[in-house]
């Protein structure tokens, strides 16, 4: 092993540490607003609450049992379309469903319910950051009790992406020291890619996201240049008002109602070191990269998942320690 390797390895290793002396608290901004909906909304009604506060996702609360009834997430609605796509007569009664029935959901189109994990505010960072990796939750929610009620509360969620975030801001002289390439290193998936073209219509691109178990399709043209990203979220503005029936729609429809604020996709080049795509993290609303040649062609993807595990566990002996 070179100066290279050793240089990496300890930036690494200071990540880790970092990792290790900061709470999930920390990562909160100062002030901050939480959306939590009851589990007896309709989901209709919950779609609109997400898009009108420019949210992807919300905790959920059981106000019969005063509990914590796990997070609604782009995953739950792209449940609801399958339920739909297997049993269109329903969809009278879909527009009926609540929060609460999407378990029933889950049952009904036989995938098996997401473990909801949760964390303790408290606990260091690094422990959220491997309970994510073991689970592949993109999101995790802190979970404290009121001390005087003993009752849970859901204090925030936490995100992949907010945590990178924290990871990029800071700990540049760290982050300096990660000089590997994209290619050297393996990062991302560069074979099997899951693609689809601009005619493709959205719910051909939803199966090939709940088939490969991904949040995102790269959208290309015959010489398989990159046009876009169709991502989980997308889907959202797609169902608003219960137009199940508009999901037949192409991907260049349904992309161009997104929203204003949309923040746009990241590219990178595998021959791009591991410490400029953290400036990027830094600096933008990355929430994975596509990583393409310099004509602009689909090589591979590179998601945050991929980023963290790599930061977390490269040359860690102790692959599977336990939470
Ligand atoms: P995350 O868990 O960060 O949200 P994804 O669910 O998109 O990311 O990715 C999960 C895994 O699948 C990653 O290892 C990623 O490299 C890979 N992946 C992501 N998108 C695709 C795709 N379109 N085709 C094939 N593999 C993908």
């Given at each position: ?22 709470t ?39 106000s ?117 390439a ?71 429809e ?6 204003e ?23 933008s ?31 860690e ?7």
């Open positions: 092993s070179g100066p290279l390797d050793k240089e990496q390895m300890q930036g690494l290793r200071g990540v880790r540490e970092f990792l290790k002396v900061r999930s608290y920390d990562v909160l901004p100062l002030s901050f607003r939480l959306v939590v909906l009851d589990n007896n909304l309709l989901i209709r009604k919950s779609l609109n609450i997400l898009i009108q506060n420019g949210i992807v996702s919300a905790p959920l609360w059981d019969k049992n005063s509990t914590f009834a796990g997070l609604l997430t782009s995953t739950d609605f792209i449940n609801v379309i399958q339920y739909y796509c297997q049993y269109p007569d329903e969809i009278g009664n879909i527009d009926q469903f609540r929060l609460c029935s999407l378990r029933d959901i889950e049952r009904a189109i036989g995938v098996l319910p997401l473990e909801t994990v949760s964390v303790h505010p408290m606990r260091p960072l690094y422990e959220a950051c491997r309970r994510m990796l073991k689970t592949r939750a993109r999101r995790i929610p802190l979970v404290d009790r009121d001390d005087e009620t003993g009752r849970e509360m859901v204090v925030s969620v936490i995100t992949q992406y907010r945590i990178l975030k924290f990871i990029a801001v800071n700990n540049e002289q760290y982050t300096m020291l990660l000089k590997k994209v290619r050297e290193l393996g990062l991302g998936t560069y074979k099997d890619l899951a693609t689809a073209t601009m005619g493709s219509s959205v719910l051909d691109v939803i199966h090939l996201m709940v088939k490969y178990n991904i949040s995102a399709v790269p959208i290309i043209d015959k010489n398989n240049k990159v046009l876009n990203l169709f991502e989980a979220v997308d889907v959202i503005p797609c169902i608003k008002g219960g137009a199940y029936d508009e999901l037949s729609a192409t991907v260049g349904a992309l161009s109602r997104r929203a604020e949309f923040g746009g996709i990241y590219t990178c080049n595998e021959d791009d070191r591991l410490d400029a795509i953290f400036d990027t993290i830094r600096k609303r990355v929430h994975r990269l596509i990583v393409v040649d310099d004509d602009n062609r689909l090589k591979g993807i590179i998601s945050l998942s991929d980023i963290l595990k790599y930061v977390l566990l490269y040359g002996e102790d692959d599977d320690i336990e939470y």
